[in-house]
């Protein structure tokens, strides 16, 4: 009896946190889960599952045992560890209110709607003066033209292409758009901590970190030059499960290219100054900015010669 009722107050707690749920907020948090599971909840990979229409509290109950260990998942943990049990809710009750994937193949039928027809997201990365000159209003929020001379003072340190000379500074060129407004406007509020940049962003208007962003998303990338590590190609690669560590593959892609729409960065063409230093401030929370804390999840677990091993590795990446 007393198992019974122990169910039936779970089962209302999970009604309630459903209820209290704001799906708005879920629908802006879900940002993260949709290089897996899609912009829609509808995943575009096998081994991902659909999560549009999937009922609320069975959605709360799996955050909470992948965040518990109950269920256990390389790339879910780091995911849920830093949610709260309004984080989960609101996630919920986002994809719970989205039509469920048959829904969304009728809809698409109906309307005569196909992939073929679907506007292209964004450019190839390329020359900044073919794009500067073309309309980007439909791919960034910024306006590269602008952009272009506004990053006059960002030359001399990011390089004039957004490819840095200098190791202990982030190459820009390639980056998705939306990433680097995050990191510009996270400077700005004091969100991500850097005496030099908080000095450069001070004076930037929302209009200005947009043409900035925009500008550097459609320089070309230089792909690595670094010699590759076996060490830390298996981290990269496959992680390390006794550790607990998330393989960066997960969200940074095979070649290290990231996942724009889920505003994972791009890793290639990185010094492996650069990533040491970023890894050793994930890893010690000096720096705090990332989504639902996933890399201080991950980087926490990770040794020097770790760090060391796939920082070396990322360079190799073309």
Do not use: W
């Not at 510009?184 to 200005?208: I, N, Q």
């Not at 095979?254 to 230093?277: E, H, I, N, R």
């Amino acid at each position: 009896m007393k198992k019974i009722i122990f169910s039936l107050l779970v089962a209302l707690s999970s009604v309630s946190a459903a209820q209290a749920a704001d799906a708005n907020a879920g629908k802006e948090k879900a940002a993260v889960c949709s290089a897996c599971h899609g912009p829609t909840g509808v995943s575009a990979s096998p081994m991902f599952p659909n999560l549009a229409g999937q009922n609320d509290a069975y959605i709360i109950k799996q955050l909470k045992d992948f965040k518990s260990g109950a269920r256990t998942d390389a790339m879910m943990a780091p995911m849920a560890a830093n949610l709260s049990d309004a984080d989960m809710a609101d996630l919920a009750a986002h994809f719970s209110g989205l039509p469920s994937a048959n829904e969304q193949a009728a809809a698409s039928a109906s309307t005569g709607s196909s992939a073929e027809t679907a506007p292209s997201s964004a450019p190839v990365a390329g020359n900044v003066e073919v794009l500067s000159s073309t309309p980007a209003a439909a791919i960034y929020a910024g306006n590269v033209a602008a952009g272009k001379n506004k990053a006059v003072a960002c030359a001399a340190c990011h390089g004039a292409d957004g490819n840095s000379l200098a190791p202990m500074y982030p190459s820009l060129a390639g980056q998705s758009a939306n990433y680097l407004a995050k990191q510009l406007a996270d400077f700005k509020s004091g969100d991500r901590k850097d005496p030099v940049m908080a000095g450069m962003v001070a004076a930037l208007s929302k209009e200005d970190i947009n043409d900035l962003a925009a500008f550097f998303a459609v320089q070309s990338t230089n792909t690595g030059t670094g010699e590759s590590n076996e060490a830390g190609h298996k981290l990269y690669l496959g992680g390390d499960t006794k550790k607990g560590v998330t393989a960066c593959i997960a969200c940074h892609g095979v070649a290290g290219k990231g996942m724009k729409q889920a505003g994972f960065p791009s890793l290639t063409g990185q010094s492996k100054d650069y990533l040491k230093k970023q890894l050793a401030s994930f890893r010690d929370a000096s720096r705090s900015n990332d989504n639902n804390g996933i890399m201080r999840n991950i980087a926490i677990k990770l040794s020097d010669a770790d760090i060391e091993a796939v920082a070396q590795y990322i360079t190799s990446l073309k």
